[in-house]
């Protein structure tokens, strides 16, 4: 049985940091790569960044690159997303997946396999 459970999220004034923390139940399952995205009210969800699981390479989208990153421990099935430089614009539910297939890291949500139930972080100006 697979679970997904993200952690870590809240309030924080602009130019914070947060450390979201996601810990994946993988079962039968190999983890291929974990991700994270967001979904602020009224928009669709976007990804911000992911990393294989073998080999660790990674990847962060262009408005995160320089304030986020990604990191995993493959001993606890967790991946981590550190959040520094914090705007407000950066307010959203955070999502954690999981993929179990595929050689490359993708960014549609659709093609990721599990999803974690959210974590809000929210960032005052």
């Known amino acids: 049985q697979v679970s997904v459970v993200e952690s870590g999220g809240g309030l924080v004034q602009t130019g914070g940091s947060l450390r979201l923390s996601c810990a994946a139940s993988?079962?039968?399952?190999?983890?291929?790569?974990m991700g994270w995205f967001r979904q602020a009210p009224g928009k669709e969800r976007e990804f911000v960044a992911a990393i294989t699981w073998n080999g660790g390479h990674s990847y962060e989208v262009d408005s995160v690159k320089d304030r986020f990153t990604i990191s995993r421990d493959n001993a606890k099935n967790t991946v981590y997303l550190q959040m520094n430089s914090l705007k407000p614009e950066d307010t959203a539910t955070y999502y954690c997946?999981?993929?179990?297939?595929?050689?490359?890291?993708?960014?549609?949500?659709?093609?990721?396999?599990?999803w974690g139930q959210g974590t809000q972080v929210t960032v005052s100006s």
């Open positions: 997946a999981v993929r179990f297939s595929g050689l490359v890291l993708v960014v549609t949500p659709a093609q990721w396999d599990y």
């Open positions: 993988a079962g039968a399952f190999s983890i291929n790569s």
